[in-house]
C-alpha cells in the first residue's frame, strides 16, 4: 500500500512537473503569433535614422568601406546580417515545437537560427564568429526579442543609418506583428564600443506576401570574370 | 480505500491531462503528424571508416547506357590528370542531394505549412511547401539548386515530391540528377524519434532504366547544437589551390 501511494505522489509530482514544463512551453511559443510567412519591404518600409558614430569611425574614408564591401560581392561570400534582413522576401519559420526559429533569405547565405528554447548564447571561448552571430530569443508578451553575438567581419557589414557589423557588435532585435499581422515590425538596435557613440535603432516595416509566395535561390558565381570585372570597378558612392 | 486510490490517480493525472489540454488548445499547428525538427546528422553505422564507405554500400544505379558511358569518360579523363569540376576551387553553390549525403549537420524547421532544411554547408536552404500547393506548370518553373520541392503526410510519413533541379549533380550510386529529374522521398522517425530514415527515389528516362532507390539514415544531434557557417572562401590561396587546372593545350 505504501509503494501504491508512492506511485500516486510519485505520479503526482510528475504530472505537475510536467504540467510546468507544459506551460512554460506554451507561454513561450504555443501562445505566441505566428511570424510564419514570406515578408517584404516596400519602398516605405525602412525608418532609419542617421547613426550618432564615434569621431574616428564618422572621420573613416568610405571608399574603404566600398572596396571591402565589393571584394565580399566579388568572391560570393555570406553576406550576413543586417544585410540578410534587407533580402526580400524573407522567409520566417517559427518551429511548431516552439525551439527555434530560422530566417531564410534568397541569398546565397546561411539562415539565421534563432534558439527559443531557453539556452543562453555560446560561450565566446569555444564560439566561431559567423556572419549571422548567435542569436537566442524569447518572447515578451506579444513581441519576440532576439539577442545576437558572435558576429564576424564577413560579408556585407555595413548597418543601414551608419556604422558596420564587428566582431564586438550586440544586436537587439524586437519583431511585432502590427495590422492584425499583415505587417511585421522589426526594431533593430545596434550597439559597438568600436563603431557607435551611442545605441542606433531603426525599424524595418515589412508587409506579409501573398499566399503562394515561394522561395528563391539568387546564385553567386565567382568564376564569373565579367561579374567580378563589373563589381570591383564600380564606382563607390 | 479503492475510492481514495481512484480519486488520487485522477487528481495525479489531473495536471497532466490539463497540461496537455492547455498546449493542444493554443497549438496552432497538426499535433498529429510527426516533429522532425531539430539538427541531423550521419553516422558511420557500418563501420566502413568514413562515410563515403557508407555511400559505397548503395545500391549502383541502373543507368542509361549513353550515361554509363559518359561516366567512364569522365573517370578516365580524372585519371588522366583532367579537372573534370572546378565547383571547390570556385566554391560553386553544392546542388541536392549533396548536404544530405554530407558529413555536416542539418537542422529541420517544420510548421504546417512549410518545412526548411538547413544545411551548413554552402548552398540554399530546401524549401519543402506543404499547403497543398502544385508544382508550377513547365513554363513557369524555375530551374533551381533543390528544385521545387512539395510535400504531404501519409501516416507517419512525410511524401516529398521533387522537379525542377538545375541539373549537374550527382546521387550515391552513381546516378546523375538531369534538368527532368523526379525524385521522391519518404522521411520516417524511426528509434523512438532518435533516428530519421530518408528514403530516396530518383527517376529519370533520359538518365535511369528503371528507379533508383536507396535509403540514408541521420541521428538526431544532442539538445543544445547549434548551427555552423560552413564558409568557402574561392579567394583563399588554399582553397583556391584545391583543384589545379593542367596546362592547357
Known amino acids: ?13 510528475l504530472g505537475s512537473l510536467m504540467l510546468c514544463c507544459l506551460t512554460a512551453a506554451a ?31 564618422a572621420a573613416e574614408d568610405p571608399a574603404i568601406q566600398h572596396k571591402k564591401d565589393m571584394t565580399e560581392l566579388r568572391w560570393c561570400h555570406f553576406m550576413g546580417v543586417p544585410y540578410s534582413m534587407e533580402s526580400t ?37 569555444v564560439f566561431d564568429p559567423v556572419s549571422n552571430g548567435h542569436s537566442i530569443g524569447h518572447w515578451e508578451g506579444d513581441t519576440l526579442i532576439v539577442d545576437t553575438v558572435g558576429f564576424s567581419e564577413e560579408g556585407l557589414t555595413r548597418i543601414p543609418g551608419g556604422g558596420r557589423r564587428t566582431t564586438t557588435s550586440h544586436l537587439v532585435e524586437r519583431y511585432r506583428l502590427l495590422d492584425g499581422g499583415k ?17 542606433h535603432t531603426y525599424e524595418f516595416r515589412y508587409y506579409r506576401s501573398p499566399k503562394g509566395m515561394e522561395a528563391r535561390e539568387f546564385d553567386c558565381d565567382a568564376n564569373n570574370e565579367e561579374r567580378a570585372q563589373f563589381l570591383l570597378e564600380a564606382p563607390g558612392r | 480505500m479503492r475510492s481514495l486510490r481512484l480519486k488520487s490517480a485522477i487528481l495525479a493525472a489531473l495536471p497532466f491531462l490539463c497540461g496537455i489540454g492547455a498546449v493542444g488548445q493554443s497549438t496552432p499547428s497538426k499535433s498529429s503528424v510527426p516533429d522532425l525538427s531539430g539538427f541531423w546528422e550521419r553516422k558511420d553505422e557500418i563501420g566502413s571508416g568514413s562515410f563515403g564507405g557508407t555511400l559505397e554500400r548503395i545500391p549502383k544505379a541502373a543507368l542509361k547506357p549513353e550515361i ?12 588522366r590528370g583532367e579537372v573534370v569540376s572546378l565547383g571547390s576551387k570556385w566554391c560553386l553553390t553544392n ?5 544530405m549525403q554530407h558529413s555536416a549537420a542539418w537542422d529541420i524547421v517544420q510548421t504546417d505549412n512549410e518545412i526548411v532544411q538547413v544545411p551548413e554547408v554552402h548552398t540554399f536552404p530546401r524549401h519543402i511547401y506543404l499547403d497543398g500547393r502544385p508544382h508550377p506548370d513547365a513554363a513557369h518553373l524555375q530551374p533551381s ?31 546523375r540528377v538531369g534538368a527532368k529529374t523526379h525524385l521522391v522521398e519518404r522521411f520516417r522517425l524511426r528509434d523512438g524519434g532518435k533516428v530519421l530514415s530518408v528514403t530516396f527515389t530518383w527517376e529519370d528516362p533520359s538518365i535511369y532504366l528503371s528507379p533508383h532507390t536507396y535509403e540514408l539514415t541521420y541521428h538526431k544531434s544532442e539538445p543544445g547544437t547549434y548551427a555552423f557557417e560552413e564558409y568557402c572562401h574561392a579567394d583563399d590561396p588554399v582553397q583556391g589551390g584545391s583543384v589545379v587546372e593542367p596546362p592547357q593545350k
Request: aromatic content about 8%; glycine content about 10%.
Open chain 2, 95 to 99: 546542388q541536392y542531394p549533396f548536404f
Open chain 2, 68 to 79: 554509363i558511358a559518359a561516366n567512364r569518360e569522365a573517370a578516365a579523363r580524372q585519371a
Open chain 1, 1 to 13: 500500500m505504501r509503494f501504491r501511494h508512492s506511485v500516486i505522489c510519485g505520479s503526482a509530482a
Open chain 1, 27 to 57: 507561454q513561450n511559443s504555443k501562445a505566441s503569433p505566428s511570424l510564419s510567412g514570406y515578408w517584404e519591404l516596400h519602398f516605405d518600409s525602412r525608418n532609419v535614422p542617421p547613426a550618432s558614430l564615434k569621431p574616428e569611425v
Open chain 1, 183 to 199: 505587417l511585421l515590425s522589426v526594431t533593430f538596435t545596434w550597439e559597438d564600443p568600436k563603431i557607435f557613440a551611442r545605441p
Open chain 1, 89 to 125: 522576401p524573407i522567409d520566417i519559420l517559427q518551429n511548431q515545437n516552439g525551439k527555434e526559429i530560422i530566417i531564410t533569405s534568397s541569398l546565397r547565405s546561411p539562415a539565421r537560427h534563432i534558439y527559443t528554447d531557453g539556452r543562453s548564447h555560446v560561450n565566446p571561448d
Open chain 2, 145 to 175: 539548386v533543390n528544385g521545387h520541392a512539395i510535400g504531404h503526410w501519409e501516416g507517419d510519413t512525410l511524401v516529398v515530391d521533387t522537379i525542377g533541379f538545375a541539373g549537374g549533380a550527382g546521387t550515391p550510386g552513381g546516378g
